[in-house]
């Protein structure tokens, strides 16, 4: 699994408007990016809801996902 400081470096490029949150469409493509053959996107996506239910996600809270997948 990856190390805190690699998954700062993906939550940082991938988060394209440097708001210090990823938004879906961001959590998406740094899922994607690094987890090529994804099974089952929806499921991150019930997952970003459950724990960004404002839409944005932290960096603490994509470790979590992250580690889900």
Do not use: H, W, Y
Request: charged share 35%; proline share 3%; aromatic share 10%.
């Amino acid at each position: 699994m990856s190390s805190k400081d690699e998954l700062r470096q993906i939550f940082e490029c991938n988060d394209f408007d440097k708001n210090g949150s990823l938004n879906l469409d961001e959590t998406m493509k740094a899922i994607n990016n690094v987890k090529e053959n994804l099974k089952n996107p929806e499921t991150v996506e019930d997952d970003f809801r459950k724990l960004a239910p404002n839409g944005e996600l932290s960096f603490e809270d994509f470790c979590k996902l992250f580690k889900g997948f």
